[in-house]
């Protein structure tokens, strides 16, 4: 798995700094200040400057990954034949949950969405 932090970085440097986390010490280029500006908002003619990151890529990285859920997978029946299958959603959701051959299939009825 190739890693930020082993990426050669070919923009510009325009600040250098320390990860909070992991005290690894990651750069700031003048691209990632022109998107901060770009995404920075505006209220009332009045600009609001994002400021730059205190975490590493890698540690931003993982902390969007643990809003996710890839790791818990659930052993279930498929809504629309019964089948056993595992997914990643529980049981107990309150919408269907179909077997990848019947909700990719022509089977189904998509007006029932």
Do not use: W
């Amino acid at each position: 798995m190739l890693y930020q932090r082993d990426l050669l970085i070919t923009n510009p440097l325009m600040e250098t700094k320390q990860c909070k986390q992991c005290q690894f010490t990651f750069q700031v280029t003048d691209d990632d200040l022109a998107f901060y500006d770009k995404v920075s908002p505006t209220f009332g003619g009045k600009k609001f400057q994002i400021p730059t990151p205190k975490l590493c890529p890698d540690c931003r990285q993982q902390r969007r990954y643990t809003r996710r859920n890839q790791r818990s997978l659930y052993k279930r029946k498929c809504d629309f034949s019964g089948e056993s299958i595992i997914a990643m959603f529980p049981p107990d959701v309150p919408f269907p949950v179909y077997h990848n051959k019947h909700r990719r299939g022509t089977e189904n009825n998509p007006m029932q969405f």
